[in-house]
Structure formats: C-alpha cells, structure tokens
C-alpha cells in the first residue's frame, strides 16, 4: 500500500523578483484554440496588469517610509521587485497585441486615467489627509491582491487550459505570475493591518475593488473580442461564452469567485488561507521562464530562494 506523507507548507517565503523574459514570435491573438472568448478574458490581463501594477510599485514605495517591522520591509520590497516585473512581462504581450493588429491603445487610455487621475498623487497640503489617502489606496491593494491571489491559485490548477492546447508561454507567463502572486499574498493585507487595519474600512475598499475590477474586465473583454482582426468568425461576448467558459474549466468558476469574495469580509480573513505556499514554490522550481531568469541572474543567491519561519 502507498503511504500518503503530508508536505510541510512553508508559511513565509523570502520573495525575490525574477528577470523572465518571453519570446511572443507567432503568437495567436486567440491563443486557447477555438477559444476566442476564453482566450479573451484572459488577455484582459495585460491591457489592465501593465498600469495596474504600476501603481502598486508607487504606492507601496510611498509606503516604505510608514512600516517599522523591519520582517515586513523586506516583504514589500520583495514584492515591489515582483509587481514590477509582473507589469513589464504583460507589457510586453500588450505591444505584441498593438503590434499584431489587436489595438488595445483607447481601453489602455482609459486605465492609465483610472490609475492615475483618480487613484494617483492628490495636491493635498494637510499631512494626517495625505497619509489617509496612502491608506486608502494600501488597503485597495490588498482587496485587489486577494483576487490575484485567488486567479493565482486557479491558474495553477487549471489543466483544462492544458488540455485545451493553450500557448504553453502563455501559460507559462499566467503560472509564473500566478505563483508569485500565490507566494506574496499576504503582504498587501499585512501592510494594511500594520499601517491602519480597520475592518470598515478593508470591507469598503473590498467592495469598490471587487465591483470595479468586474466592471473594468468586462469593458476590456468586450474591447478585445470587438478589436480582434482575426480572420473567420468575429469573437462576440455572448452568455454562452460567460458561463460556457468557466463549465469546461477555461475560466474560474463563478462559484468559487463569489465563495473567494465571501471570505475576504470575514474579520478572521487571513491571505495565508488562500492557496498553497509549496505549490507555488514547485511551479516557479519548474517554469522554463522563471527558470532561465534565475540562470540569467546568478548573483541573486539561494536564501532569496529558501522557506524560512514565519513571524506569526
Ligand atoms: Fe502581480
Ligand atoms: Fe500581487
């Protein structure tokens, strides 16, 4: 009989960014195939991600300054090293798309104002005003971080896609960034119960966060689907497609989004109970890219790399 040995989660990881770098050459605009409206979903990611993480790497630099947990300090550099990499990686499937026929450039406008103008910099002169406006936006990001936690973990456990024939880069690039987002998930929140940590407040942001990013998605999957040149039949955003999709396993199951959500307003909520730490850690000890950028990158040595204790 086979003996079942338990694998110790490691419960904190030290996070370092990895240098990934993807060649795009012959990339299919739809690349699941057949799967337009799949395929389109998902590359909402890198019209919206580029700018988005952006503004987590401001915002979070912004922050420094206010985190006297020197454990924590070097989680959100970490983290600041890997948001960054994250928005250049998509960045780059963006230019692949303008460059390929795919304009993606007047919903990019509109992102880029939404990051910007309205959760950028304020003029504010009074400092209790300006650092509750930092607040603001820290507890934000770790409302929108326990959804790219939750798109992590799907990602990692999605071998439909796999059986769909999808890109294997693409999902390379969706399984690096995912295991990523799997391994720093609870810095954002961490940094918001360390600078302010109030249960109002995180469900508020929770609520503008989550309603927003469904919004913003779906105007993005609709742009994507009405841009594509493809030749053959037009991709249209149909119902079929929105719950079609996420029965066959190509997008996450709206059950388990909403169970997602529901968990987050729970005050016992923790980012630690969402995901798997070692699969993560075994997925980015095999991804070619992440692969071929520790190769790249030799002087990054191996503590970086290891699990060590928690400060919980
Ligand atoms: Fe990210
Ligand atoms: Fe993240």
Redesign the pocket.
Known sequence: MTKLVAVAEPERVALHARDVQFDWTGLPLRWIPREAFASHVINVMHLLLPEG?RW?VKVFSEALPLIKDEQLREDVIG?IG??GM?AKAHQGVQDYFDAHGLDTRAYVEQIENLFRRLLGDRAITDERRQREWLIERLSLIAAI?HI??FLGNWILNSPALDAAGADPRMLDLLRWHGA??VE??AV?YDVYMHVDGRYFRRVRTYVIAAGAIVWVWGLGAKHLMDNDPTPGERAKPRWRGVFGTARRGLTPSYGNMFGCMWRYLSPSYHPSQEGSTSQAVAYLARSPAALAADNLAPADDSPTRRAIPTRR
């Open positions: 993480e987590f983290f890997q948001e994250h971080e790219t936690a990523e987002e720093h998930r954002a």
